[in-house]
């Protein structure tokens, strides 16, 4: 039974099983759990996120397992249908298109992933900087926390263009989530700094199937180098964007150059192109065919039927493409500063 299987939830009810033991990393005692609850073993699905992830996951471990992937299902498909409805960067209808023939999407929601929710929060955040409410705005990009490496390119947009009160949102929320990590597990650096070096077959057991350049150099024997050379192109990239382009489109940019610039990334990550290709999208009608065929099914082909060697350069470079595009805009076009107010163009009339 679909229920019976290992999914990403199933990592996350064993952290919060666990929470409060030293045990909260320790993969023997993730598989041993994991044989108990669906009688099936899995190595590279153990708990690997910060302890208030954990203590998040807690009330759900109230109920059998079954039940509580069950009833995570349904609340990640609830996320990812409020991001249709609340994503302010183009008409409704584009943003449903873009997610119902999405296949991370589908990814997400069949392995219990938890991205729909960045996009939650992503879709959130965007609304308030539309209200004009920057600590709001910074404090529900906070709560992508989880998945803490797509974050890593957002100072590149808040330090640049000094956005002190987005700023102050995030590091309020941030502090309040360390503050539970030494609540609920006081012993927590130690434990979690020896689970960030646990061999990288126990956090993705494909690791040259994600979409990032770690994936992109996987064939040459030194993916960490191509982490670097992925650092550097992304920060290329988006410096004329997180200068120039409007918050919203920058704000989308970034999270998904923190995706590509990654060194462990989930395949469903590549979740998050959504926002960020649709927004540039909106902004640039030349790019709305190219966004149509990096968001279709054809884009994440190779990861759907497992190619390894042309699975991240289908799906990243299409999308790092339009990034560069976009920068380039901002570079020879001078787009200028954005408003808190101002929307971005739709494509068409207003959805």
Not at 78 to 105: E, H, K, M, N, Q
Not at 126 to 136: E, I, V
Not at 170 to 176: D, E, R, S, Y
Request: aromatic share 12%; with cysteine; glycine share 8%.
């Amino acid at each position: 039974m679909e229920l019976d299987k290992i999914r990403d939830f199933t990592g996350f009810y064993i952290g919060a099983r666990l929470l409060g033991t030293d045990r909260i990393y320790d993969v023997p005692a993730n598989v041993a759990m994991q044989r108990t609850l669906t009688g099936r073993t899995k190595d590279d699905v153990v708990f690997v996120r910060p302890p208030f992830w954990a203590a998040a996951i807690k009330p759900l471990t109230a109920l059998p397992y079954r039940k509580a992937l069950l009833l995570w299902k349904l609340l990640i498909i609830g996320c990812t249908l409020s991001f249709i409805w609340l994503f302010p960067l183009c008409p409704r209808r584009y943003t449903a298109i873009g997610v119902f023939w999405s296949l991370p999407v589908a990814l997400a929601v069949a392995i219990a992933q938890d991205t729909p929710l960045i996009l939650l929060w992503l879709a959130l955040a965007l609304m308030a900087w539309r209200c004009g409410r920057p600590m709001l705005c910074g404090a529900l990009l906070a709560l992508c926390l989880p998945k803490f490496y797509v974050l890593v390119m957002l100072p590149l947009l808040l330090f640049q263009r000094r956005y002190f009160k987005v700023l102050t949102g995030f590091a309020t929320v941030g502090l309040v989530a360390v503050a539970i990590n030494f609540a609920v597990q006081p012993n927590w650096i130690r434990l979690y700094w020896a689970a960030l070096n646990l061999p990288a077959r126990h956090m993705n057991g494909r690791p040259s199937m994600m979409p990032n350049f770690y994936s992109l150099f996987a064939w040459t024997g030194h993916p960490g180098t191509g982490v670097v050379i992925g650092v550097a192109v992304v920060m290329v990239a988006l410096w004329p964007i997180c200068r120039k382009a409007s918050f919203e489109l920058a704000l989308t940019s970034c999270l998904l150059g923190g995706v590509f610039a990654s060194y462990h990334a989930n395949d469903s990550d590549a979740i998050l192109a959504i926002p960020a290709l649709l927004g540039a999208a909106a902004q640039y009608r030349q790019l709305v065919p190219w966004a149509a065929v990096a968001l279709s099914p054809v884009a994440f082909a190779g990861f759907l039927f497992y190619w390894p060697s042309i699975a991240a350069p289908m799906f990243l470079l299409p999308c790092l493409a339009i990034i560069v595009f976009v920068g380039i805009q901002h570079v020879v076009g001078d787009k200028g500063h954005d408003k808190r107010r101002e929307p971005i163009g739709a494509i068409g009339e207003s959805g």
